[in-house]
């Protein structure tokens, strides 16, 4: 049902992988999918499917590329030493890690871009080369950002993989405190509900660019009527 896009890992960051994320739902903004509107409307999860439904009518990105010079400089410290976290899990794990572009869901405008995969995508890599408060507070508590649990559980979802491993790695350390690997397994980080929401979101999408659609061909009291339709007999 799904698809690794056939393209090298280098491609990552370019125009053409950038191209390729365009309307679709990937691990780096799926955080509101799972935000509850149970009691009030969520300005970040609106956003998200407004971006969605913008990028798929016009095939254009609504992501600005533009960083500050101290964010850009902590990407780059990322990059830089992202190469180093995975020679260090391999040498701790004895596994190989294989690298991949963009993993497209076909026919769901879902997809990831994991850092890792081991085997035939049995089980993925997430590597975090956070500063220096984060990797303490990683060490000490075992603390795993809430988004980074989300981007796990998304990719878990496209991929269909058994288990994520999340490392955090900061040469800035003592060896023994450079590197900390943990293993979490789909019920540890609720692939199931992830992927229920996230369904259901994408169905949202669906349905507005649908909207847009008909708009576009003067049609929309027809598609309108057809809808409340479904609504009222469903």
């Known amino acids: 049902d ?4 056939v393209c090298s890992s280098d491609l990552q ?10 309307g679709v739902l990937t691990g780096s903004r799926c955080a509101p999918v799972l935000v509850d509107e149970s009691k009030k409307p969520s300005a970040t999860k609106a956003n998200l499917l407004t971006e969605l439904v913008v990028e798929r009518c016009t095939g254009q990105t609504t992501k600005a590329q533009t960083f500050t010079a101290a964010t850009e400089a902590v990407m780059a410290q990322g990059l830089e030493r992202e190469p180093d976290a995975i ?9 190989v890690v294989k690298r991949v572009g963009f993993v ?9 871009s994991p850092d890792g995969v081991l085997g035939d995508f049995d089980e993925l890599l997430s590597i975090k080369c956070r500063d220096l408060k984060a990797h ?18 998304h990719e878990l979802w496209i991929t269909g993989a058994t288990k994520h491993h999340y490392v955090s790695f900061n040469p800035s350390f003592e060896r023994k405190l450079q590197y900390a690997h943990v293993e979490l397994t789909r019920a540890e980080l609720d692939v199931d509900a992830y992927a229920r929401a996230a369904e259901q979101f994408l169905r949202e999408v669906d349905t507005e660019v649908k909207v847009m659609q ?11 009527a057809a809808v409340s339709g479904e609504v009222t007999h469903g």
Request: aromatic residues 14%; positive net charge; charged residues 25%.
């Open 214 to 224: 008909q708009l576009a061909a003067g049609s929309l009291a027809t598609f309108t």
């Open 13 to 22: 960051g370019s125009e053409a992988w950038l191209q390729m994320r365009v």
């Open 104 to 112: 497209y869901w076909v026919g769901k405008f879902a997809g990831c």
């Open 87 to 95: 020679r260090r899990f391999e040498s701790e794990t004895l596994q």
């Open 2 to 5: 799904w698809s690794s896009d």
């Open 136 to 153: 303490y507070e990683h060490i000490r508590k075992g603390t795993i950002p809430a988004d980074a649990r989300r981007q796990m559980a």
